[in-house]
C-alpha cells in the first residue's frame, strides 16, 4: 500500500479549473513541474505534457485519491472542482496510480481564470489558472466581483472590463435561458458580428474601449476582434436568448413575427431590427 503524504502546502483548485492547470499550480508552490510532482506522488504517467491550456490530465482512481490525500482536499470535492472529462477505460478502470496527458482541442481548451480569485488559492505563488466556463452557459469566463472577464483561451491573461461595465449587467432575476436558445443567440450575434449588421457600431466602440483598457491585446494573427468577439456580443446574446426563449412553441404568423422584431429592438436598444431574408434570426424564426 501506497504510504499516504501530505503536502505542507494549501493550494485550493478553482470551480471548475482543468486538471493539468491545477497540477501546475500545485507543483508550482513547492517550486517544481507537474510531472516531478506526480513522480513524487509515485503517479506514472504518459503522454506528452505542454502547458495548460493546451494539455490535460486523465487520472486513475488510484492516482486522484493520491493527489487527494496530499492536499488533504476530499476526494469528492476535488472531483466537484475540477473540471474533468471521463478518462479512457484504460485509465478509468485501472488499479495502479497512472495518468495520461492529452491534448485539448483549441475549441473546448480552458479561458484564463481571474487572478484576483487564482491569487486567493494560491497564497504561496502567483500562478495563472484556467477555469472551463459553466455548463449551459456561454463559452466565457466572468468574475463580476474583480471586473475580469475573458473568452479565448489565447488570451495570456483575463481583459479588465472596468471600461466596459454593459457586460456586467445586473444579476437577472428570471430564469436563465435555455441552451438551445443559447447556442442560437449566439450563432445569431456571431453573425452579425462578423457580416457588420445591427450592432457593428455599438460593438467596435466597445472593442476599442476594451483594447485600449488591455495593452496586452496586440494585434496579430488572432486579433482583439476574433479573440474577444463572444464578450463583445455578450451582453446582446443573453438578450437575444431570453428573446427567443419566449417564443410559442406554435408557428408565428406574419404579424407575430413582426411584432417579436419590434419588441427585440426594444430590448437590443434599436430604433429598428429588419433583418434580411438571408439573416438567421428568420431560420430561428420559421423552425417550429
Request: with cysteine; charged share 15%.
Amino acid at each position: 500500500m501506497w504510504p499516504p503524504q501530505l503536502g505542507a502546502l494549501r493550494t485550493r483548485p478553482l470551480p471548475r479549473e482543468a486538471a493539468a492547470s491545477y497540477l501546475t499550480r500545485l507543483a508550482g508552490t513547492y517550486q517544481l513541474t507537474a510531472a516531478q510532482l506526480l513522480d513524487g506522488l509515485d503517479i506514472a504517467t504518459t503522454g506528452t505534457f505542454a502547458a495548460p491550456p493546451a494539455t490535460d490530465i486523465h487520472l486513475s482512481a488510484e492516482a486522484a485519491h493520491r493527489l487527494s490525500a496530499f492536499t488533504r482536499i476530499p476526494p469528492a470535492h476535488l472531483t466537484r472542482a475540477l473540471a474533468r472529462q471521463p478518462p479512457p477505460p484504460s485509465i478509468g478502470m485501472a488499479h495502479a496510480a497512472i495518468a495520461r496527458w492529452h491534448a485539448v482541442p483549441p475549441a473546448v481548451q480552458p479561458l484564463p481564470a481571474c487572478t484576483a480569485c487564482t491569487i486567493r488559492r494560491s497564497p504561496h505563488q502567483a500562478a495563472p489558472a484556467w477555469i472551463h466556463p459553466g455548463p449551459d452557459a456561454p463559452r466565457i469566463m466572468m468574475c463580476t466581483r474583480h471586473q475580469q472577464a475573458s473568452s479565448d483561451s489565447r488570451h495570456p491573461a483575463p481583459l479588465d472590463i472596468r471600461s466596459v461595465p454593459e457586460l456586467t449587467p445586473p444579476r437577472p432575476t428570471a430564469r436563465r435561458a435555455t441552451t438551445a436558445s443559447l447556442n442560437w443567440a449566439s450563432t445569431i450575434t456571431t453573425r452579425w458580428y462578423d457580416h457588420q449588421q445591427h450592432l457593428h457600431q455599438r460593438w467596435l466602440t466597445r472593442l476599442d474601449r476594451l483594447t485600449n483598457a488591455n495593452p496586452h491585446l496586440s494585434p496579430g494573427p488572432a486579433s482583439p476582434a476574433l479573440t474577444c468577439r463572444n464578450l463583445i456580443t455578450y451582453p446582446e446574446t443573453l438578450t437575444l436568448a431570453t428573446a427567443l426563449d419566449r417564443l410559442s412553441p406554435r408557428p408565428l404568423t406574419r404579424a407575430q413575427q413582426t411584432a417579436f422584431l419590434r419588441h427585440l429592438a426594444g430590448r437590443l436598444r434599436l430604433p429598428r431590427l429588419a433583418p434580411a431574408d438571408h439573416d438567421l434570426l428568420w431560420h430561428r424564426l420559421n423552425a417550429r
